[in-house]
């Protein structure tokens, strides 16, 4: 275990937490501005997220917003996992890609009960 | 923890469409927040990502079980945390809390795991994962980061010193937040048009709360929180009893 290999993962992690945080918020506040000019902030027609990304409107780049800004956290797994696999820490490289692998699964899950309940 | 209660009862905004909203938000603030104190060291990620396993698989149950619920029964549960957030409040104010490190203990959060590894990373980590569980319920249902309970938890259950708790339990916060909203997003239940501003907002808030706050004396800051906090109690408690959905 080399005595740099904390700095490794947290360099990794924090760049992806800080690079995905500014592209969401940046896309959000792009939508909310065309949504200001336009003078059309309504909610596209439909109720689930992939109606309203596709709906073409300003509110569309918000809700794109929305998913990278909660994609973000989950994103950060994967650096976390490259950084403690090449560090020799086996144990939380497995930690985290199990962890990874739950928020996969889970997000699969939801979308599979949303689409079955009609959302 | 305070939008909820704004959405719901200054804007009308059903409970589910708060809590979603809500979810959203923390992620903004605890991303941006996470970034700089994993990259300081002051959070301590490995304890992070063990106690993410519970406040995940938490937040999925808590958000597929939110679609059940009526809103009588969460705005119930709402009253309940905001009594025990008062509580936490008033007790904090009367007694000072102290740091969990033992006099001249040296932590290094970031230290991986063996010699140099901090000590409260394995005490009670078996409590402390089941504890993160509810912590993710708690987040997904009501729309909270879920600090009131992870950073108590890592505090004076694992002992680890207060800064790092709540460093550590804002890293977490991001992945509960993440697992919780999206179901809400998926199912529609965040609207763009609203949840847009409100992040931009609540982003620009933490921006500049966080400059502010060092301003303000603590004992003060407090002191608004829990009056702010005790009638939002009493509000939801009366939606709670008095509306239907």
Known sequence: ?119 | MLLVPLLTLAFGYSLTSAVGTSLVCVIATSAGAAAHNVLTGRADARLGLILAAGTVVGAFSGSLVAAYLPDRLLAGLFALLMLYTAYSLWRGMVRATDDGAGPGERIDPSAPDGASAPSYRARQRGLAVSASFVAGNVSSLLGVGGGVITVPLVHLVMRAPLDVAAATSNFMMGMTASAGAFAYLLRGDVSPSIAGPVVLGVAAGSFMGARLAPRIKAGWLSAAFLIVVLYVAFEMAMRALGSTR
């Open chain 1, 1 to 119: 275990m080399s005595e740099s290999s904390p700095d490794q993962l947290a360099r990794w992690v924090s760049r992806t937490l800080a690079v995905g945080t500014a592209l969401a918020i940046g896309t959000i506040a792009v939508g909310v501005l065309a949504g200001l000019v336009t003078g059309d902030a309504s909610v596209p027609p439909g109720h689930g997220l992939s109606a309203q990304i596709g709906a073409g409107r300003p509110a569309s780049i918000v809700a794109i917003g929305l998913l990278l800004l909660t994609l973000t956290p989950i994103a950060q797994l994967l650096p976390a996992v490259a950084a403690f696999a090449r560090q020799g820490e086996r144990r939380y490289a497995a930690i985290s890609a199990l962890l990874l692998g739950l928020l996969l699964i889970g997000i699969a899950a939801a979308a599979i009960l949303t689409r079955s309940g009609g959302g």
